[in-house]
């Protein structure tokens, strides 16, 4: 069982709302992940961590943005939500990636009114 | 630079069998499997890391051919809890940095 946790698991927003998803994982795992993910559709890669004070943008252009201050946490800010950012939001750890899965959190689901 | 699956929807009836392809324009380091049943997270099923290697998870296994840049998932005398979508992940190394792209998924759909 994977020991990541997501919160909140859904959430109904206002535009111009400013939200924090929280992401936070018991492994002690180095890298972190936000993957975005619409209904029935691939995972893109928004957001990536390698440690502590290390964030990176991902494939995926979001006007999100992300900090890693402890190796547990890894959360994600939208300073004014819109419409367009409702989706499913999945954060994700490994401790290495070329030989080590990825564990994922049970997402957040956002949508903005 | 997304790996491309194919193909994007399978139906069967309990026991029968399916082969869910993974191929990439790029080299591949390694190749990730994940299946997504609705609502919930995507769960690790397996990684294959280097060229000819092979991997079984029950009656699920995996082959990853470097040369071809792809992979191929089996699944064998399909169960009703196989039913999801199922994601290959493949490594890259950009920037100096190493990330994980997902396919557009493979929704399988098992029927009684």
């Known amino acids: 069982e994977a020991d990541i946790y997501q919160t909140p698991r859904y959430l109904v927003i206002g535009t111009g709302k400013k939200i924090t998803l929280e992401c936070s994982q018991t492994m002690g795992h180095d890298k972190m992940y936000w993957y975005q993910q619409d209904p029935g559709m691939e995972l893109h890669l928004i957001h990536y961590?390698?440690?502590?004070?290390?964030?990176e943008k991902g494939d995926l252009s979001s006007e999100s943005t992300v900090s890693r201050i402890r190796t547990e946490h890894f959360p994600l800010t939208l300073e004014s939500a819109r419409p367009s950012h409702t989706s499913q939001y999945l954060c994700?750890?490994?401790?290495?990636?070329?030989?080590?899965?990825?564990?994922f959190g049970e997402g957040s689901r956002l949508t903005v009114l | 630079q997304q790996p491309v699956q194919s193909p994007q929807a399978v139906i069967l009836r309990e026991g029968e069998d399916a082969v869910i392809n993974c191929s990439s324009s790029k080299a591949l380091y390694s190749v990730h499997w994940y299946r997504q049943k609705h609502g919930e997270a995507p769960v690790f099923l397996m990684i294959?890391?280097?060229?000819?290697e092979q991997k079984g998870h029950e009656k699920i296994s995996a082959s990853f051919n470097e040369k071809k840049q792809q992979s191929s998932l089996y699944l064998t005398a399909s169960q009703l809890s196989y039913s999801g979508t199922y994601f290959c992940?493949?490594?890259?190394?950009?920037?100096?940095?190493?990330?994980?792209?997902f396919g557009q998924g493979t929704r399988l759909t098992i029927n009684p």
């Open positions: 961590s390698y440690g502590v004070n290390s964030t």
């Open positions: 994700a750890s490994s401790a290495r990636l070329n030989t080590g899965e990825l564990f």
């Open positions: 992940g493949t490594e890259r190394i950009i920037q100096g940095a190493q990330k994980l792209v």
């Open positions: 294959l890391l280097k060229g000819g």
